[in-house]
C-alpha cells in the first residue's frame, strides 16, 4: 500500500498533519455548540445587534415611542413600532402572538434576532410572548419601560368598582389575575438580558416597583438621576430613560448604567 512505501519520516509528518485537522474541525464544532459571546448555542449573538421592535402600551398609542424610535434610528439601528391589535387593549396572549409573528417575520428577513422595547402594558405582553413562545431564542435583549409586570392596583380597582369598563387586558393586569399567576410561575429565562426601567414618580402603575423582575438588571430611574422627575407618560421620551434605552440595547453587555452624566450624554448622542 501508498502507507507503507513511504518513509519513516513523511509518514510521522503526514500523521501530524492530519492530527491537525482534526484538532481544528474539533474546536470549530466546540465554538459553534459553545455559541458566540459565551452564549449557548440556539441563543442569539449578544454581539451582534438586530432590528428594534417597539411594543406600545395599553391603548395602543404610538406617539411617544415613536420618538423613542427615532432616536434608535439615529444611531443606525432599524425600530418599528408595532400596531397592536384591536385598540390595545384586548387580550395580551393576542398581542403575545402578535409580536411573535412580527418577530418571526423579521427572522424571515435575514435577522439573526430582535431587541424588543415594551412600554407599560407592553412589556407585559413581551413577558408573555418570552413565557409563552420561547422568546429568549429569538430576542437578542428585552427592554420594559414602566410595566406592571405584577400587575397595578388601577387596574384592580377597575375590574372591582367597572367592571364594564375593564376591558380583557385591564383585567388580565389586575394582580393576582390567572394571566399575571402565570407569568409569576415562568422564571426569566437565564440566557436573555433584559432591562426594566420604571421611575418612582409613576402615578399610574402603582406601586411602581411592580416593574420589578427577578433575573433582570433592574434600574429605577432616580438610582441614575436623584433628581430626576419623570411621570408614567414621560418614560419613553425622558433624556436619561433614552440614554439608558440606547445602552441597554447596544452591543457591550448589560449592566447597570454607571452615573446619570453618561446616560443623558447617550441620549444626546
Do not use: E, F, H, I
Given at each position: 500500500m501508498w502507507w507503507s512505501a513511504l518513509a519513516p519520516r513523511r509518514r510521522?509528518?503526514?500523521?501530524?498533519?492530519?492530527?491537525l485537522v482534526v484538532l481544528v474541525a474539533v474546536a470549530t464544532t466546540v465554538?459553534?455548540?459553545a455559541g458566540r459571546a459565551g452564549v449557548p448555542n440556539g441563543y442569539p449573538d449578544q454581539s451582534?445587534?438586530?432590528?428594534?421592535?417597539l411594543v406600545p402600551g395599553y391603548g395602543g398609542g404610538q406617539g411617544a415611542l415613536s420618538v423613542l424610535a427615532g432616536r434608535i434610528r439615529a444611531t443606525g439601528r432599524s425600530a418599528t413600532v408595532l400596531t397592536l391589535p384591536g385598540d390595545g387593549t384586548g387580550d395580551l396572549g393576542e398581542q403575545a402572538a402578535m409580536i411573535n409573528q412580527t418577530v418571526l417575520g423579521e427572522r424571515s428577513r435575514g435577522a439573526a434576532s430582535v431587541d424588543v422595547i415594551g412600554y407599560s402594558a407592553?412589556?407585559?405582553a413581551v413577558r408573555v410572548w418570552v413565557a409563552r413562545y420561547g422568546g429568549e431564542h429569538?430576542?437578542?435583549?428585552?427592554v420594559t419601560l414602566g410595566s406592571p409586570l405584577h400587575g397595578a392596583q388601577l387596574a384592580a380597582a377597575g375590574t372591582v368598582l367597572a367592571p364594564g369598563a375593564c376591558p380583557t387586558?385591564?383585567?388580565?393586569?389586575?394582580?393576582?389575575?390567572p394571566l399575571l399567576r402565570e407569568l409569576d410561575r415562568a422564571p426569566l429565562p437565564p440566557h436573555l438580558p433584559w432591562l426594566s426601567i420604571?421611575?418612582?414618580?409613576?402615578?399610574?402603575?402603582?406601586p411602581p416597583d411592580s416593574a420589578r423582575l427577578a433575573g433582570?438588571?433592574?434600574?429605577?430611574?432616580?438610582?441614575?438621576c436623584p433628581d430626576a422627575h419623570v411621570d408614567h407618560g414621560g418614560l419613553p421620551t425622558d433624556p436619561v430613560v433614552t440614554g439608558l434605552v440606547l445602552d441597554g440595547i447596544g452591543a457591550a453587555p448589560l449592566s447597570v448604567p454607571a452615573d446619570c452624566a453618561s446616560a443623558r450624554a447617550t441620549a444626546g448622542g
Open positions: 510521522l509528518l503526514l500523521v501530524g498533519a492530519l492530527a465554538r459553534a455548540c451582534r445587534p438586530g432590528p428594534v421592535l407592553g412589556g407585559v429569538l430576542a437578542r435583549r428585552v387586558a385591564c383585567q388580565q393586569l389586575a394582580p393576582g389575575s420604571w421611575t418612582w414618580d409613576d402615578q399610574t402603575v402603582q433582570a438588571v433592574n434600574v429605577p430611574v432616580q438610582s441614575v
